[in-house]
């Protein structure tokens, strides 16, 4: 007995072995999670066993148990790197299904699917028209390489300071292109409905009645955009005329076959003080078209595509998924998990919520294997290893002895 005793013993000093080989050829495998050889006794059972003296018959492997502790982040050059902060998994779709991951080495096929490093595409929750996802339905992850689209300048706000003491113009009627016929101006960039850029200029003039009253001009690409519009401010420098302050230049058509442009600029903070011309800020609601420039994802797995013209898109959020029993998870290579009836049915959810944890972009997970405790743990079952070859020597010589003694 012996001899199958200790022979059970290399067996199992050598699955250990494999285990500990294992953590350590991937302790810089991004995702992976190292696992524990356990081992179990082995005695003898029979239906009724009363025997207090009863001799095992060695050990066995019971189980490789996986151990999903957090490895450490690191910071990555690479928005499509991602670590999970906490518990969960990526889920990804394969060609037989959908699998689980911690390896968020992500990168974009031909087609615009953020993939795996091994091929596999990331799952998302789809956004819905009116805001939010759907978290009943999953889908690819695909970065919209189109182009944003652009939009027309309809509206905007002008606040600036046009000084007390400023008297009309020497010169008349209004000429943009001489600077006699005004006392002031100022320049903004409008957009039509296909996205082109144009200067808008804004020409001040004082008139000589009624008092506080000042002509506003514009012309859009260097051509008119309307009849003058007019300015009234009360005694205390702030505008009175027209209620609201809000001026309309509609007349101006765009020569790139883009929609006629109808400008509505709110002058309801500009000032008429004692002093100089001052801009304090001009904005407008239009846009040109934008590239993709590029991907944000938030901690919450909020994926958005960034483009040039600062407008932004959410592609979807992640989709995350954890189990009851995460040790019950079937390896599948690659740094995959597939669910299996000891691990239980997948709980999905979504990124920093309850069950879940946070996404960091720009990072990745490293392996949890500690190279210092699997290095021990090869010391340990090198010996062990030893010792029983050791009863194998013996029992061996002994059982020599014995045949010695019969002849």
């Not at 060609?95 to 990331?122: H, M, P, W």
């Not at 012309?219 to 008119?224: D, Q």
């Not at 050791?390 to 014995?402: D, H, L, P, W």
């Amino acid at each position: 007995m012996a001899f199958s005793t200790a022979l059970s013993g290399l067996t199992a000093a050598s699955s250990d072995l494999d285990v500990t080989a294992n953590n350590i050829a991937n302790s810089n495998t991004v995702g992976f999670k190292g696992a524990r050889a356990q081992f179990a006794d082995v005695y003898a059972a029979g239906a009724v066993n009363l025997n207090n003296s009863v001799v095992g018959q060695g050990v066995r492997l019971s189980s490789t148990a996986q151990q999903f502790t957090q490895g450490n982040i690191s910071s990555s050059s690479s928005n499509l790197d991602l670590a999970i902060s906490g518990d969960g998994f990526y889920t990804l779709k394969s060609a037989n299904g959908y699998v689980y991951s911690r390896n968020g080495q992500f990168g974009e096929d031909k087609s615009g699917n953020v993939i795996s490093s091994t091929g596999q595409a990331l799952q998302v929750y789809p956004p819905l028209i009116n805001g939010g996802f759907n978290t009943g339905t999953l889908s690819n992850l695909n970065l919209q390489t189109a182009q944003s689209a652009p939009l027309a300048t309809t509206a905007g706000a002008v606040i600036l300071n046009l000084p007390a003491n400023t008297t009309p113009p020497a010169v008349a009627p209004f000429n943009p292109a001489n600077s006699l016929t005004y006392n002031q101006s100022t320049s903004t960039t409008v957009y039509d409905s296909l996205g082109n850029a144009y200067p808008a200029t804004m020409f001040f003039s004082q008139q000589a009645a009624p008092p506080n009253t000042w002509s506003v001009n514009m012309t859009v690409n260097g051509v008119s955009a309307g009849p003058a519009q007019t300015l009234t401010f009360g005694s205390t420098g702030a505008v009175t005329a027209p209620a609201g302050g809000t001026l309309n230049f509609n007349g101006f058509t765009p020569t790139s076959g883009a929609l006629p442009m109808t400008l509505a600029l709110n002058f309801g903070q500009t000032t008429q003080y004692g002093g100089q011309f001052g801009v304090t800020s001009i904005t407008q609601n239009g846009y040109a078209t934008g590239q993709l420039s590029t991907v944000a994802i938030d901690p919450t797995g909020i994926v958005s595509a960034v483009y040039t013209n600062g407008r932004s898109t959410q592609l979807g959020q992640l989709a995350m998924a954890n189990f009851p029993n995460p040790q019950g998870l079937k390896q599948l290579g690659d740094t995959n998990w597939s669910e299996t009836f000891t691990s239980g049915t997948v709980v999905q959810g979504v990124a920093a919520s309850a069950g879940f944890g946070s996404i960091q972009s720009g990072a990745l997970e490293a392996s949890n294997v500690d190279l210092t405790t699997q290095l021990v743990k090869m010391i340990t079952a090198q010996r062990a290893f030893q010792a029983n070859a050791q009863v194998i020597t013996t029992a061996n010589q002994e059982s020599q002895t014995v045949i010695n003694i019969s002849h």
